[in-house]
């Protein structure tokens, strides 16, 4: 089966860096996505790393290590409109469509 | 572009009752939609794929008779609880991708309450 481990909760403080990171075990690898929900609402999807390296997008990156199995997602100038969960995802194909499985979900918490 | 759309975004309904839920892909066609339940503070879990066109393809311990889906469009999949328990309350999403390992895009999400 495949699982991946990310830290259950991280707090930081306006305008600090924090990383979150996650480890994965799957049956193959077709890149790490990252994906924020905030309570009550979908998902939006953040970031996408297909080959090892650094992803960068405004104030969100993203790296990947594949032979670690390890990615994290990096958040920098905090905002407290960056609390929310974050999510490490991958997608494997299986009967022609790639099917999306999530990490548990790491809860992200600015404080002022 | 990529829009998701999910109706209703709130349901209050009796238990025994039958609830239907929506998922249009609103600008792009989507030969695949996918349907998850979310309990407070945890992960999405996949309850199935929904392919257009064919049956869908349910995760295990997911029962096929009580969560029907139907993907009768390229735009258009639907998810009905079926004699719906308290048990069933929950947060339901769906997402569907422009095709491939492509981002998926989710909908807003529906909160069945069964009373």
């Known amino acids: 089966g495949q699982s991946l481990e990310q830290p259950s909760e991280v707090t930081a403080v306006e305008g600090a860096i924090v990383q979150i990171n996650c480890t994965y075990q799957t049956s193959g690898f077709y890149g790490l996505s990252w994906y924020q929900q905030h309570d009550g609402g979908a998902p939006t999807f953040l970031s996408y790393?297909?080959?090892?390296g650094l992803e960068e997008t405004g104030r969100f990156s993203s790296f990947l290590s594949r032979s670690d199995s390890y990615g994290y997602l990096l958040l920098q100038e905090l905002q407290m409109k960056d609390s929310a969960s974050y999510f490490c995802?991958?997608?494997?194909?299986?009967?022609?469509?790639?099917?999306?499985?999530f990490g548990r979900g790491t809860s992200l918490i600015v404080h002022p | 572009g990529a829009v998701v759309s999910q109706h209703p975004s709130r349901v209050i309904c009796k238990s025994g009752t039958s609830v239907k839920i929506e998922c249009r892909s609103l600008?792009?066609?989507?030969?695949?939609m996918f349907w998850y339940r979310q309990f407070p503070k945890q992960s999405l879990m996949l309850m199935a794929t929904?392919?257009?066109?064919?049956?869908?393809?349910?995760e295990q311990g997911v029962e096929k008779d009580k969560f029907l889906i139907n993907h009768a469009s390229l735009t258009l999949s639907t998810l009905t609880v079926t004699s719906a328990h308290p048990e069933d309350s929950s947060f339901y999403i769906c997402?569907?991708?422009?095709?491939?390992?492509?981002?998926?895009?989710f909908g807003n999400g529906t909160r069945l309450t069964v009373t």
């Open positions: 790393n297909g080959l090892d």
């Open positions: 997402s569907a991708s422009l095709g491939g390992n492509s981002p998926l895009h």
């Open positions: 929904s392919n257009e066109g064919s049956k869908a393809t349910y």
């Open positions: 995802a991958v997608r494997l194909p299986s009967g022609g469509s790639y099917i999306p499985t």
């Open positions: 600008d792009f066609q989507a030969t695949t």
